[in-house]
């Protein structure tokens, strides 16, 4: 064992890894309906990047799980859906997690040896534009909500969609300031970079990035720009780094760019395994593969423009089709701990890397709420 091997073990058995997003419950639905019988999670299920087992070896003491459906008129009840799924799936291991609400919930958790299970929705969406089901969401233990996905809501513009609103719109604010009541946290992925900018001014609370990295090592528009994250760290906020390709990559992002025209023309899936040898053909080159430089890259420059104290992780396992070659699922956050560490991390950043930031947070938020 290394020296920095050696002192990842130490920091990760006093400080485990809370990961801001994990779309494990879309995920299963997609592999087995939610069917808990179908899949043993206690085992090895390769078919996904999650499972038990590798949740211990990647020493996760919290997770966010993602509570997405897609933006239809059943979103509601499907989030419903989502939500009882992880409900089931905590209920199947009571001796490997425990539900989770607040930071005292989470220090609990690991202190009973068990991932502490938070969960977060995917897109305003899932509110059905009412506050009061946002509300319902938040007593049911919904800890974050990103305020919009690929798309637009009629509230709120998506960094991937075309602007409509500029940022956020009356009833926009409104329901950021309903979340700082209720101490729900802003979460600013996926929305464009006016959105960020509007609701960090509306916001009493501080906001996350629950799986964004930084748009200045790799520009695409589902990144934060730097002075976005100089407003974060004013926020007092946290950004968690990543690791999906399209968004640390630029080799990776370039290729898409290249694919996505020439995939639609032909009716290919960019993204879908069916049609990935086609889409390769086409773009005349193998799709290239993100690694781990890639994502040290974007959390040494999120440290560097916010500061230590803005930064988590946000790996968005089971959410994408690749990752990075050196973290292929749950089990790799000791990898890009220890190569931080040989890159001469102390033990200290390393333990609010880990987790100590987003419990801040959590805290912060819960000092405001009312």
């Known amino acids: ?116 299970s938070l969960m977060g929705m995917e897109g305003g969406h899932s509110i059905g534009e009412s506050l009061g089901v946002l509300r319902v969401m938040r007593s049911l233990g919904v800890r974050y909500m990103t305020l919009t996905h690929n798309d637009n809501v009629s509230w709120a513009d998506s960094a991937t969609d ?17 979340m700082n009541r209720i101490g729900m946290l802003v979460d600013l992925s996926h929305v464009s970079a006016d959105t960020m900018r509007h609701a960090l001014r509306a916001t009493g609370a501080p906001a996350i990035f629950s ?40 080799a990776y992002a370039e290729w898409v760019h290249d694919a996505q025209a020439k995939a639609k023309e032909a009716g290919l899936n960019v993204y879908g395994p069916e049609h990935r040898a086609q889409v390769e053909e086409l773009v005349g080159r193998p799709r290239p593969r993100a690694t781990l430089a890639d994502v040290v890259a974007h959390v040494e420059h999120v440290r560097e423009v916010a500061g230590i104290d803005h930064i988590g992780v946000g790996g968005d396992y089971d959410g994408c089709p690749d990752f990075p070659l050196e973290l292929p699922d749950v089990a790799s956050y000791p990898v890009l701990f220890t190569a931080l560490a040989d890159r001469g991390w102390s033990s200290e950043d390393l333990g609010k890397l880990a987790g100590g930031n987003i419990l801040r947070v959590l805290r912060a938020a819960d000092d405001v709420a009312v």
């Not at 509601?76 to 989770?100: C, G």
């Not at 602007?163 to 309903?178: D, S, T």
């Not at 964004?212 to 004013?234: H, K, Q, Y």
């Open 162 to 178: 075309e602007p409509v609103l500029g940022g956020l719109n009356e009833f926009g604010e409104q329901v950021v300031r309903e």
């Open 1 to 116: 064992m290394t020296t920095s091997e050696a002192q990842v073990q130490a920091v990760l058995a006093d400080h485990p890894v809370i990961d801001g997003h994990n779309d494990l419950p879309i995920a299963f639905y997609e592999l087995c309906g939610y069917d808990l019988d179908a899949h043993d999670l206690a085992g090895s299920v390769p078919q996904l990047n999650t499972d038990l087992p590798r949740l211990r070896a990647g020493n996760v003491g919290g997770q966010f799980w993602s509570l997405w459906v897609p933006q239809d008129e059943h979103a509601v009840r499907r989030t419903f859906e989502q939500l009882d799924f992880v409900r089931r799936l905590v209920e199947r291991f009571p001796d490997d997690l425990q539900l989770a609400d607040t930071a005292d919930d989470v220090d609990a958790a690991i202190k009973a040896g068990r991932v502490a």
């Open 211 to 250: 799986h964004s990295s930084a748009r200045a090592v790799c520009d695409v528009p589902r990144n934060a720009p730097d002075d976005v994250l100089e407003t974060l760290a004013g926020n007092d906020g946290v950004c968690m780094v990543t690791f999906v390709p399209m968004f640390v990559s630029p």
